[in-house]
């Protein structure tokens, strides 16, 4: 399976919280403050990059869309 058979479950509109796992968490968190994000923090998907990478409302983000779930209403 390549990147382009997965589908991201995510559209540009749709909320999500940013839920890492530990081994994410793990490499990137020195990188949180640089993005401005940290994990159960909620936004909105305005930008997909790649086809992959997430940003959501302010330019926060950048990490792989599998770091995500979607946010409850």
């Known amino acids: 399976m390549n990147l382009k058979d997965t589908m ?7 909320r999500v919280v940013f839920s890492p796992d530990e081994r ?9 403050d640089r993005v ?3 994990p159960g923090d909620v936004g909105v998907v305005t930008e997909i ?5 997430l940003y ?3 330019g926060r983000g ?6 995500f ?3 409850t209403k």
């Open 69 to 71: 779930k979607a946010a």
């Open 49 to 53: 990059k790649d086809g992959v990478y």
């Open 8 to 14: 991201i479950p995510f559209k540009i509109g749709d």
């Open 24 to 32: 994410t968490i793990g490499w990137s968190w020195a990188t949180f």
């Open 36 to 38: 401005r994000l940290k």
């Open 62 to 67: 950048g990490f792989h869309w599998e770091c």
């Open 56 to 58: 959501l409302d302010d």
